[in-house]
Structure formats: C-alpha cells, structure tokens
C-alpha cells in the first residue's frame, strides 16, 4: 500500500540533495571538525559552509551568531536555561518551551485569543511584572497559528526583556530577516525542513547573553559542547540552501493545496471548523469535526495508508487534551473531532484528491457507528 504523508509538522523527509551532501561525511571524511589534519579541516570548511547558509536563510548579519544543536528542543531549553529572573511565554508554545518554563517556577503563559494569535492587553499587563525574557513561537505546530513577532518583541524591548522566537514551523515558509528585527534569539530544528533528525540551530544576537547547556570541551566557540555532527550539520545546510531558493515558491503551492482541502472538507462534510487565523501558515491546517472521533478518524485514514495527526489522545485512556486547542477555548465536542493535516514541497496535488475522498469517507463512517447527530 502508498503512504500518503501529511503529517509533515510533525517530520519531513531528507530530501535526495540532502541526502547525497551528507553521505561523504559518514565513511570518507569521518574526521572530527575540530582537528587540525587536512580530512579534519574539509570537514570544518563544509560545517563553515552550512553555518553561512543557515544564517543566510535566517538573516542573520553574522554566521558566527549560529550555534549548531541536537534540534530546536535543546535550543529552546538553553535559551530558557539562560535567564535566572522572571519569564513569559505563550500559552501555545511547544512542550520545549512550555515545559521548562513552568519547571523552573518563574514564568507566567500569555493568553491567545480563539483564532491562536496573541491576546495583547494581557501581554501588556505580564509586561509590568518586568520579565527578563519573553518566549513566544512564530508558528504554532499544531494550528499553523503565525505571531506578530515584530510587535511582540518591540513591546518586549520596550519593557527591558530580551526576546526569544521558536521559529521553527516558520522556516522557510516566511521571509525571517532576523538581523532588522527585534528579536534577540531564535531556534529551528532540521527535520522539519528536510534536514534529518538530530540537527537544528539556534541564533543568539551578538552580545545576547548565552549559558552553556552542555558542559565539556570548547566546540561551537564555548556555547555548545560535544562534537560537531558533521554530516547533520551538511544535511541542514543543503536543506537551508533548498529553502532559500525554493521557500517562497514552495510556501505559495502549498498554501493554495491547503485552501483547496478547507474548501472540499468544508462542502462535503458538515459541521466541521477550520482552526487558527484566517491567514494562516501554508503547509498546517487543523480542522474539526464536530462530536467525531477524531483519533477513529486518523486510524481509519492510516488503515488506507494515509498519515495525519489527532488533536487529542482519548483511547490511551489518559484523556491526553491538546493544550494548544484548549488555549483558543474549543470545547471538548470538537477538540475531540480535531486532525492536523501539514504540507511539504513534496505533497501532490493527486495525494490531496485522495486525502479528501478518504477525510470525507473517514469522517462520515465514524459519525455513522457513533449514531452521530447535531445540536
Ligand atoms: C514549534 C516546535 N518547536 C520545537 C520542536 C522540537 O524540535 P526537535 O524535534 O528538533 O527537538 C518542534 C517539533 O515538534 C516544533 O514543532
């Protein structure tokens, strides 16, 4: 059976160039980037290479503003890790924001209103309680919600906070111009721009203070240590350079996909609401169905081979709720009914008919078994 993948929010594929920069750097130029040997200083130049390209994608004025890391996980938390005072982040931060946030027992969530974006005047009232950092994402992972984050970091500014963007759904699929912005730290992680798993970067503004996380030898000029994954580092360079010349193009295809399944689901099934703003990131799109299964619905979908992602996790017993879908207020009869469907340079327009045949089936038969009806 053809897996039809749209569940690109959660991991994308290595794309092919990628994959062939890579390869040397696993059995041929194995050498370790911080050596001086000549296969040592090929590989240095290589990971010099990608640390332009990233920071190029980016916009960031200078290359060695760019630490490569694990993925945008590690980058969140040693951005986190760095501020010993009073924080805020958004009530729709990814757990790699949320989580160490609320842990270390000085951050306080900044309310979203019901379409994901910012709700300002609470900001503004955080903002009296003088933070040192304010965290808020550019694009919400699981409804494609994008944030003002010029706004919010000029009101951060303003109130003496350094500001910190997990742009990692927003790679590529926006122009970033970092270096004009007022923004002092970004992450973004590889698999979600087909680089592979276990390679991200974060920038950190020239002078912006920086903890080091890990603590071993004087990699990554002392705010990173361990040993450069160079073929990750090749993949995410190549995979930047992809974006750079493709991003835009790729991020208008994919919007127009995204609107042509909101129109089909929207005329073939009933109630069913689209989730985040009306202009919304291109490639992630989070519908509800009303009193629908949604988790039923996704194991439905991926007994035809298709991939996409629930909203919540009821059969694992634990009743595990999105925190992003209870932030914009949805209620449980269509939090529950809640599947993520996200693009990628890859999806056809062939895959998307079939994703709608088989949504709308998908929908109507679990409806139908749970005597569904309205009101
Ligand atoms: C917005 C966002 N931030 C952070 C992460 C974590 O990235 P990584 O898997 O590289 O640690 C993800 C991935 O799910 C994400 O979507």
Redesign the pocket.
């Known amino acids: 059976m053809k897996t039809l993948y749209f569940d690109n929010?959660?991991?994308t594929c290595v794309a092919p160039e990628a994959l062939d920069a890579m390869l040397p750097y696993f059995a041929e130029c194995y050498a370790n980037a911080s050596a001086l040997h000549s296969p040592a200083q090929r590989a240095k130049a290589a990971v010099e290479e990608a640390r332009e390209t990233v920071a190029e994608l980016i916009g960031a004025d200078d290359p060695s503003e760019i630490i490569f890391t694990?993925?945008?996980?590690?980058g969140?938390n040693q951005v986190l890790n760095t501020f010993s005072g009073r924080m805020l982040v958004s009530a729709i931060?990814?757990p790699?924001?949320a989580n160490p946030a609320e842990e270390s027992g000085r951050s306080q969530e900044i309310r979203v209103d019901s379409e994901g974006s910012l709700d300002y005047e609470h900001y503004s009232g955080l903002l009296k309680t003088r933070p040192e950092l304010v965290s808020v994402?550019l694009?919400?992972?699981e409804i494609g919600s994008v944030q003002d984050i010029d706004q919010i970091g000029t009101m951060a500014k303003e109130a003496g906070a350094l500001f910190h963007s997990?742009i990692?759904?927003g790679v590529g699929k926006t122009d970033l111009g970092l270096a004009g912005r007022p923004i002092d730290y970004a992450?973004l992680?590889?698999?979600?721009i087909h680089a592979p798993?276990g390679i991200?970067a974060l920038w950190a503004r020239s002078g912006a203070p920086l903890k080091r996380f890990m603590v071993g030898g004087t990699h990554e000029r002392m705010r990173r240590s361990g040993t450069l994954n160079v073929p990750g580092i090749v993949g995410l360079g190549v995979a930047a350079r992809l974006m750079i010349d493709r991003g835009k193009e790729e991020a208008a295809r994919m919007a127009v996909l995204r609107d042509r399944i909101i129109r089909e689901v929207s005329s073939n099934v009933s109630d069913v609401r689209v989730n985040g703003q009306a202009v919304n990131a291109p490639h992630i799109l989070s519908l509800s169905f009303y009193r629908t299964e949604g988790e039923s619905v996704i194991i439905n979908l991926d007994s035809q081979g298709i991939c996409c992602t629930a909203g919540s996790a009821c059969s694992s017993g634990m009743n595990l709720k999105s925190r992003v879908l209870t932030a914009i207020g949805l209620s449980d009869e269509w939090l529950r009914g809640t599947i993520r469907i996200s693009l990628s340079r890859y999806t056809t327009d062939t895959e998307v008919d079939e994703l709608i045949g088989a949504l709308t089936s998908s929908v109507a038969m679990v409806r139908s078994l749970a005597g569904y009806a309205t009101g």
């Open positions: 929010a959660a991991s694990s993925g945008a996980t590690e969140n931060e990814h790699s924001v994402m694009v919400n992972n997990d990692t759904q992450t992680s590889g698999h979600k798993k991200g």
